[in-house]
């Protein structure tokens, strides 16, 4: 399964809208493989992660978006655009772009999608954790 962030209202002008990703989805004849379930918060949202294999955030205007880390941290493949950190994050690979060849790509090739999960996984852990942050903070402060 694809998880697909939603946009807010005070977000529309910067991101893909709900309306113009499920006509993306539909055109290009995906509504099987992928679901946009809207806001998603607390424990739903990450029960969700855990049925998914994918995640799209396709902002066009973020500086560090916390649900590229979520979906980080589940493992998931990430495609989202190059904006804020999000290419510090995930890299700055042609291949993580939200475009839909890149999404069939991943849903046709189950491998690649666990290989970049498992990818997001590992930079997660070596980067982002809380106890990464902290003993970054403390070198910060210690100078």
């Given at each position: 399964m694809?998880?697909?962030?939603?946009?807010?209202?005070?977000?529309?002008?910067?991101?893909?809208?709900?309306?113009?990703?499920?006509?993306?989805?539909?055109?290009?004849?995906?509504?099987?493989?992928?679901?946009?379930?809207?806001?998603?918060?607390?424990?739903?949202?990450?029960?969700?992660?855990?049925?998914?294999?994918?995640?799209?955030?396709?902002?066009?205007?973020?500086?560090m978006p916390l649900v590229i880390l979520e979906a980080m941290r589940a493992g998931l493949a990430i495609l989202s655009n190059p904006v804020g950190a999000i290419p510090d994050m995930i890299g700055n690979d042609p291949e993580t772009l939200p475009t839909p060849g890149n999404l069939i790509s991943l849903l046709t090739n189950p491998d690649k999608t666990r290989k970049f999960g498992e990818q997001n996984r590992k930079t997660f852990e070596q980067n982002f954790t809380i106890d990464k942050f902290n003993a970054q903070l403390l070198q910060i402060l210690m100078r």
């Open positions: 694809v998880t697909i962030s939603p946009v807010t209202s005070q977000e529309k002008k910067n991101h893909i809208t709900a309306v113009a990703l499920q006509q993306l989805i539909d055109k290009n004849g995906l509504a099987e493989k992928v679901k946009y379930g809207g806001s998603v918060t607390g424990d739903n949202l990450f029960k969700l992660y855990k049925q998914s294999n994918i995640f799209i955030y396709p902002t066009k205007k973020d500086a």
